[in-house]
T-cell receptor, first 112, second 111 residues
C-alpha cells in the first residue's frame, strides 16, 4: 500500500491564483481530513469528510473548498490564494471504527 | 468544540534525562487521547494513545497518563536519546474520529 499520498510536494503561487492540492489514499478509509501547519499553531483542521459525498468544515475553512466524489480522493482547492495561506498542508485518513490518523507527506505552499 | 492546551512549547533536556509534556482538554465527552511525533520535515506519526477507560499506558521508554476528572493527560519519555528530538502533538477526540490537536512541543535532546 502507498498509504496517503499528496501532490505536489512544493508549490509557489502568486496572490489571486487558484490551485488544487491532491490527496489520495489506498487503504479504503472512510474518514479524510485536511490540516494546515503553521509555526507555533499546531495542526489546524480545514475541512474533513466522513465518506464519499459528505464534507464538513473544520476550524479554519475560509478560502478553501473540498469535495469527496470517491473514497480514495479528497482534493483541497484554494480559490484565490492569499499570503496568509502560506503553510504546510497535510492530508490524513482514518479507518471507520478506528482513531489513528495516517498523514500524507505534506505540501509546502508559498503564496507571494 | 474541543480545546486542547499543550505545554511547554519548547523543552530542552540532556540525553538520559526524562521529559514530560502536559495537555489539558475541555470537552468531557472526549475519550481518545493520541500522541503524535513529527520529525523535522516529516509527517506526524502516532506513537502512543490512551482511551478514557485506562489511566496509564506504557510502551518501552514512553508512557501516557490520563486524569479524566481533571481533564489532563501527559506524555513521559524516560532515558531520552537524541533521536527523540522532534515536535510532539497531543490530541483529544471522541465519536467524530477527527481529533483536536494541541499546538505542539518541540523537544530537543542534547547529546
Amino acid at each position: 500500500n502507498a498509504g496517503v499520498t499528496q501532490t505536489p510536494k512544493f508549490q509557489v503561487l502568486k496572490t489571486g491564483q487558484s490551485m488544487t492540492l491532491q490527496c489520495a489514499q489506498d487503504m479504503n478509509h472512510e474518514y479524510m481530513s485536511w490540516y494546515r501547519q503553521d509555526p507555533g499553531m499546531g495542526l489546524r483542521l480545514i475541512h474533513y469528510s466522513v465518506g464519499a459525498g459528505i464534507t464538513d468544515q473544520g476550524e479554519v475553512p475560509n478560502g478553501y473548498n473540498v469535495s469527496r466524489s470517491t473514497t480514495e480522493d479528497f482534493p483541497l482547492r484554494l480559490l484565490s490564494a492569499a499570503p496568509s495561506q502560506t503553510s504546510v498542508y497535510f492530508c490524513a485518513s482514518t479507518q471507520n471504527g478506528a482513531h489513528e490518523q495516517y498523514f500524507g507527506p505534506g505540501t509546502r505552499l508559498t503564496v507571494t | 468544540g474541543e480545546n486542547v492546551e499543550q505545554h511547554p512549547s519548547t523543552l530542552s533536556v540532556q540525553e538520559g534525562d526524562s521529559a514530560v509534556i502536559k495537555c489539558t482538554y475541555s470537552d468531557s465527552a472526549s475519550n481518545y487521547f493520541p500522541w503524535y511525533k513529527q520529525e523535522l520535515g516529516k509527517r506526524p506519526q502516532l506513537i502512543i494513545d490512551i482511551r478514557s477507560n485506562v489511566g496509564e499506558k506504557k510502551d518501552q521508554r514512553i508512557a501516557v497518563t490520563l486524569n479524566k476528572t481533571a481533564k489532563h493527560f501527559s506524555l513521559h519519555i524516560t532515558e531520552t536519546q537524541p533521536e527523540d528530538s522532534a515536535v510532539y502533538f497531543c490530541a483529544a477526540g471522541g465519536g467524530s474520529y477527527i481529533p483536536t490537536f494541541g499546538r505542539g512541543t518541540s523537544l530537543i535532546v542534547h547529546p
